[in-house]
């Protein structure tokens, strides 16, 4: 299948699980076409890289190490994609990437992710805390961060800043997840 072609299969993609679903388990099924499917999320301006997000959050769902090959391609660009229906998936890759890195379960992500991957991670989080982004986003850069806070000891002070600055105008769940995460910085700090 040909980028156009994948591209155009994409149109299709819907946001039923089912559907994703579907779509996610013919990527894992053909791995020639994960540089395509990720080509095709990196198409930030098109609605259809949103669909491709999706279908990459569902497949790296399944099994996270098909995306070592590409970290390098995808993590470089993450800061480019604005789309909400992309920033939501892509920051849940983001998440399953970090609590692999920081598992205590031996496994290749934690060979695979760099410092330069966990800066751009770091950067993009930051950026996708205090621009105007969905709950979700937000609530996914929280977790990375305070995961990325036990090796870069900035992040945490900058994250408390955000997270107390931010928390009155937000949600229910962005308010959930911040006590949450304060909580755990604070239990941190004192061990």
Not at 157 to 182: G, M
């Amino acid at each position: 299948m040909t980028l156009e072609q994948l591209h155009e299969e994409l149109t299709y993609v819907n946001a039923a699980r089912e559907n994703r679903l579907k779509y996610a388990n013919i990527i894992l099924n053909d791995l020639s076409l994960l540089p395509k499917l990720i080509e095709v999320l990196l198409m930030v301006d098109d609605k259809t890289s949103c669909k491709a997000a999706w279908i990459l959050e569902f497949a790296c769902a399944k099994n996270l190490e098909i995306i070592i090959p590409y970290l390098d391609k995808l993590i470089s660009n993450i800061y480019k994609i604005h789309l909400d229906s992309a920033v939501r998936p892509v920051a849940k890759i983001c998440e399953f990437l970090v609590n692999a890195y920081y598992s205590k379960n031996e496994n290749s992500i934690k060979l695979a992710l760099k410092p330069t991957h966990k800066e751009l991670i770091i950067e993009t989080c930051f950026d996708w805390m205090i621009t105007d982004q969905k709950v979700a986003a937000k609530v996914y850069s929280m977790s990375n961060l305070l995961l990325l806070g036990q090796e870069y000891d900035w992040i945490h002070d900058e994250l408390k800043l955000i997270l107390e600055r931010d928390y009155h105008p937000e949600s229910a769940a962005y308010k959930a997840r911040a006590r949450n995460v304060l909580h755990k910085m604070k239990k941190m700090k004192k061990a």
